[in-house]
Structure formats: C-alpha cells, structure tokens
C-alpha cells in the first residue's frame, strides 16, 4: 500500500512516526518528561498493547494510542485520501446487512470522520476520494462546480463513433437531460467495445444509463481520474494520502481559494 504524508505532516508539522513520548507531548498530554512518566507507569497503551519503553515509535496516522483508555490524537487538520475501489464493496461506511463496505479499506480508526465524496456502484472500480473535509467534499459535488470525472467503459457490442453523437450532444434520460458528454471509442475486441466517458454531473447509474440508450450495455466501469486527481500507480484495493498539491488543486476544482484547508 502506497501511503505519504497527510497534507499538514507534509508541510512539516510533524513526521509520520516518531517517539511515543514526543507524539504525547505534541497532543497536549503533558511535558516530554511528563509523558515518559506516563509510560513508564504503565499507563499508556498503543494498539492495545501497554507501551512503557521510552524508545517506542508510533505511526501518526496508524496507531491507536490511548492514555488511561482514552484515545489520544494530533490535531492534524483535515484529512485527504484515495481509494483504489475494488469492485465488490459498497461505497458507504457502514452496512447493516454487513456487506463489504469501503470503509474496512481505509483508516477509519486513524481518522473517525471520513467519507467518501460522492459514490461507486458495487462493481465499479476506480478513484474514490475520501476526506473529514465536509466543505470541501461538499463543494465538489455540488452542482455548479462538480469536477470532471473520466469513466473506463466495457461495452457490449462494436461501437461506431457516430454512435456517441447522442451522449457527446446531451442524451435525454428518465430524469432528465444529460450534459454534452466528451467521449470516444478507445478500442474495440471481439463483441466488446471500450469507451471512455467525461462527466461533470452524478446522477445514480448515469455512465450505465447513458451507453445502455444508445445500445451499449455497460459490463465493466472504471473510473481512472476525479478532477485533477489520478490513481497511477495505485494497487487496486489501496489507498494513499493526497499531497498538499493535489488538495490545492481540489480546491482551485471546486472553486475555493488558495488557503490552506481547515481543521475537522
Ligand atoms: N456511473 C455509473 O453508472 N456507475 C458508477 O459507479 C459511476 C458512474
């Protein structure tokens, strides 16, 4: 799994791991010594597990490090991430059915109030953003600025580019008019066809919906890039934290400024 520093922690604010009486300090516990005192008393545990050696590392945004059972934290700001989606998992944080669900793929102890921004349907792999950032998740899914989307499409059938002229103009669905879709055969095999589609809205089913009324059942869709963010080099099924740049230019996408984000 490819992880990097979270925005704050890549600016400097603190390293990914460092030493357990540091990282309580840091959190406001008590002085450096007070904390070693803390430790050596047994009195802090980190995974669960009592941690009184004084050269014990943590990792900032994995461990789970409690002082008398409760759970201690750096004030890290918001928090910016990626999944890879396998297909096979819900995008929602929790199922009461207990099916899989996208928040076992990412560090939901680490950071209680992720989410995802917007949704994947269960077969659909691909770039799906999380952050604690209601504003900003918010503010890019919004209509009035809701960022470019590009969709990997298995299709049935050969299709003709001249096909595409309904979805490339704005093709009519049950709830309404889409938007003129850039799209394009990328390649065609055998019965099947691949096609890329741009999207700027994020109505429910819509690329399916979309290839399905010009005659092109959906059987595979991926979606490889959210506005300026792009999954290369990114297992399926893993996950990385964004830089600062990518989070400045998910900003400058849904229309904020330039400062830096706020805390959660
Ligand atoms: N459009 C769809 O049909 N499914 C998705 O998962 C995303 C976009």
Redesign the pocket.
């Known amino acids: 799994m490819t992880a990097t520093m979270p925005s704050d922690a890549a600016a400097g604010t603190y390293p990914h791991t460092m030493r357990l009486q540091r990282f309580l300090a840091r959190a406001g516990v008590a002085s450096r010594r007070g904390s070693e005192a803390l430790m050596t008393a047994g009195r802090v545990t980190v995974n669960g597990e009592v941690a009184c050696e004084l050269g014990t590392k943590v990792d900032v945004d994995r461990d789970v490090v409690e002082v008398d059972g409760q759970r201690v934290k750096l004030d890290g700001g918001a928090v910016y991430l990626m999944l890879n989606k396998p297909a096979g998992h819900l995008t929602t944080m929790s199922d009461p059915q207990g099916r899989p669900c996208v928040a076992t793929l990412v560090p939901t102890a680490a950071h209680p109030g992720l989410f995802p921004v917007g949704?994947?349907?269960l077969d659909?792999t691909g770039l799906l953003l999380f952050t604690t950032d209601g504003d900003l998740g918010q503010a890019l899914l919004h209509p009035s600025h809701h960022v470019e989307k590009v969709?990997i499409a298995r299709v049935d059938g050969r299709v003709a580019d001249r096909e595409l002229d309904p979805l490339r103009a704005g093709i009519m669905l049950d709830d309404g008019p889409c938007q003129p879709a850039p799209c394009r055969v990328l390649r065609r095999a055998g019965s099947t066809s691949v096609v890329e589609i741009h999207l700027r809205e994020g109505r429910k089913?819509?690329?399916?919906?979309m290839l399905g009324a010009v005659g092109h059942p959906?059987l595979a869709?991926h979606?490889p890039r959210f506005g300026p963010l792009g999954l290369e080099g990114l297992a399926e099924g893993g996950w990385r934290y964004l830089t600062d740049a990518e989070v400045r230019a998910l900003r400058r996408a849904a229309g904020f400024g330039e400062e830096p984000a706020t805390a959660s």
């Open positions: 949704r994947l349907d659909t969709y089913n819509q690329v399916k919906r959906v869709l979606r």
